[in-house]
């Protein structure tokens, strides 16, 4: 790649040398003229311009770079210091390393001075020699960085539901002439068929693409996501509709470093559909904004955001855009930008065609401008801090409690403003059975960026703790849901040993459960962050049920069939010889073949299962093995009684006789009393089921997102456990396992 680098390098300036070599002939050929004429006429000034500007077609071609010309011939008219400006321009110039290439133009130019007395005060018609002298001076400018070493530019484009117009803004940015740049696309619970559209860039290795699952109403996460993954130094905005011209890049490089600014934006073109009403603007219409100062943003909004770029560490040490501001959000941006010092420039530049359409954002916000103008004012003063992107290590997508707590933190993470990913040991990619806001993304995944930038690197069971060396993280903790050397036999001594070095691994720990922080403590001494689990009360809650219910108690029995500690064999044989109709849930294996049951349910998503709780009188769960033990508090949300045997965490909630029934664990004679005592007492029912709804208010999901924010924020851990409260012991605890 370095050799045809330099290849290239080397042809540009051989073709480059060539073009001076007939520029110097031409400027021969004007030296001649002068000799010959003592008075120069209006019309062969005319014709002498025009053989210049053919020249400088030559050299702009390629690139375009009429632009800068024609902007900078603007300036001269325009402004009072353009030629002192100019002039510290050539002078810049003369520093570079083409300069050495150009001593026989020197040499040209001195000598028509000298001939035609260029400078001198006279009334005779002269040739405008300093307009050659800019206009070459512009262009070798303009030339100069081409030669060199280009710096690195990241351009961000937030997404929802653009099809046509995202593509061809994508295009806009991937035929920029300036070609050292990774465009980042960050979807916003985008629809299928823009989704279509992006998958078409995921593998050009210019391109960046993450997802987002549930849509946010703006463009500050994709855009603050954006500005996280950019590795450019430099950092330019793009919207989802708009093209960018092709310059655009090339020219804001060139001005941040001309003019040694720490922003830039520039002019924009107005495309216009007939879908929105702006009478004031005409189709092409060519807007260029002023520069202003901190006094004017104020007032107004100058910059276009799709014409802005900003050096990317700036914007990362402001804390990019802030999420509670759900308009103005960019105006607000540039504010503390200028408020922290640094510099904005305009450039007289067109950098974009602005599609003007009746699907444009800001028309969401048009009634409440002023509200989020003055949010802006009151805001920028204060400092941003962009929050950490965290990911958890995940065994697998498929249904489960321990996938669901997590699912749960993902989400709420990122409605708090949270970059959150979830990396799958099992090369998966979908999650279906749940919602999910967050990307999920294979461990063996070719696309390394994904698991660059990460912060908080989580393993989330035994056989994900072996990745946490494998991928680079400020931090690396353990998030422990249970004892899981309880997973296997006796016999499977190797994976119970695997198991138990991972909770002696130098990580930091947090756990779901009291009972849990209280053995890491007393087993491995370790002090783990507690972090209780919670209930979604969108997804669990009474409905109307899907069969209604008949005289006889309808007992749901649920867990994965396959899994031997789930307890669901114990289940079936407490209720199998009452007269009760029985309901089945398995996420994983289905009833033996001698099993009767009236309704089987398998691999529910868990969207569904308030309607199937809401449809019965029970739950039954006899597991022997629990972290946390989420179906109970699902259960109490729908008015479903749970009658539960005595695993580890049921009593994080659960109070016998007042909000659930509890026996001991494999006593499937008791549970048969216990669903008895329920049948036979109306009275009961009615108590535990008022009471499990009073429970429920008491496990808010955002109350236990409050705790992960301490870990998060890695404040000092609480102990929640009283050390007069009953040891757990794996010892004890599998010799109890086994013998019932």
Known sequence: MGKEFVKEEKSKRTRYYQDITDLRLQLLKITKQFRDHTEITEKTNKLLIKNITGIERIHTQQAEKEYILGEDLR????????LRRELEEFNSFKKGAIWRYLGKYRR????????????????????????IKNSLTTKMFNLYPLSRGTEKVSVGIPVWDRTKELEESIESILHQTYKN?????????????????VKKYEDDPRVKVFYYYDNSGNA????????????????????????????RIRNSVKYIKKYKVDGVYGGWRAKLDGSRDVSEIKNGQEILSPDCDLKMMKKICVPCQSTVMVETKILKELGGLKTSMRYREDHELWLRFMNNGYKFLAIPEILTTLRLHKGNAELLFKNEDKKWEKEAIKEYKKPNKMKPKIAYIIPSTGIGGGLAVIIQHANRL?????????ISADGTDQITWIQCSAQVVPINSTKKYYFENIDLLIATFYDTVQFLEDIPSERKLYFVQSDERRFFKEDQKELIERVQATYEADYEFFTEAIWIQKWLKEEFDKD??????????????????IEEKNEKLRVLIEGPIDIWFKGMHDAYAAVRNLDVEL??????????????????????????????????????????????????????ACGCIPVVSKVTGYDEYIVDGENALVVEMGDTRGAEKAIQELIDKPKLRDKLIRNGMKTVKEW????????????????????????????YSYEKERERISRN
């Open 700 to 727: 808010s999901w955002e109350k236990s997102i409050d705790y992960l924010e301490k870990v998060i924020k890695k404040e000092k851990i609480e102990e929640h456990f009283n050390m007069k409260d009953n040891s």
């Open 108 to 131: 040209f130019k001195s000598f028509i001075k000298e001939k035609t007395g260029v400078g001198k005060r006279t009334n005779g018609p002269k040739l405008s020699i300093r307009r």
């Open 181 to 197: 740049i990774e465009l980042i696309i960050v979807t916003d619970g985008s629809p299928p068929e823009t989704l279509r559209v």
């Open 75 to 82: 300036r001269v008219e325009e402004e009072n210091k353009n």
């Open 528 to 545: 783990a962050y507690y972090v209780p689990n919670g209930l979604d009360i969108e997804i669990f809650h009474k409905t109307k049920p």
């Open 220 to 247: 500050v996460r994709g855009r603050n996501k954006a500005i996280r993954e950019a590795t450019g130094k430099y950092f330019a905005f793009q919207d989802s509709d708009d093209i960018a011209d092709r310059n």
């Open 583 to 636: 309901w089945i849930i398995s996420s994983a294996g289905q009833p033996p073949s001698y099993w009767k049951y009236d309704r089987f349910f398998e691999k529910v998503p868990m969207a569904k299962m308030k309607e199937i709780y809401s449809s019965c009188d029970v739950l039954l769960k006899m597991s022997r093995v629990e972290g946390f033990f989420g179906p109970p508090l699902e259960a109490m």
């Open 414 to 422: 990122i409605k708090r403003g949270y970059d959150v990913l979830l």
